[in-house]
């Protein structure tokens, strides 16, 4: 079973910008894909970045341009760069390492992966 953790998130201005680490407890492997997803209050957990297994990322619409994630084999770690921070990016941050290997797409995460708890990111205006 393979543990999660997020940390990096915070509070910070319209603009900012900040950095989320999601940890394995595990060595991280190529082969399976990884991402970030994030829920706002009141919403539905919506995807936001992952890296499939290829290496390929992707990124939603609303966030193109803005983050960016990448991972660190030797630190088993997947990080998200987040830029030009605005207050709808406001929510709870999760990370997710997908159980089948060989997954390319940003499809690949169900509710049976492997997730974070969470960090919260709050963004003021």
């Known amino acids: 079973q393979v543990r999660l953790v997020e940390s990096g998130g915070g509070l910070v201005q319209a603009g900012g910008s900040l950095r989320l680490t999601c940890t394995a407890s595990e060595d991280i492997d190529s082969r399976y894909a990884m991402g970030w997803f994030r829920r706002a209050p009141g919403k539905e957990r919506d995807f936001v970045a992952a890296l499939d297994w290829v290496g390929t990322s992707y990124y939603a619409d609303s966030v193109k341009g803005r983050f960016t994630i990448s991972r660190d084999f030797a630190q088993n770690t997947v990080r998200l760069q987040m830029s030009s921070l605005r207050p709808e990016d406001t929510a709870v941050y999760y990370c997710?390492?997908?159980?089948?290997?060989?997954?390319?797409?940003?499809?690949?995460?169900?509710?049976?992966?492997?997730w974070g708890q969470g960090t919260q990111v709050t963004v003021s205006s």
């Open positions: 997710a390492f997908d159980k089948s290997p060989f997954c390319s797409g940003s499809g690949c995460f169900t509710t049976d992966d492997y």
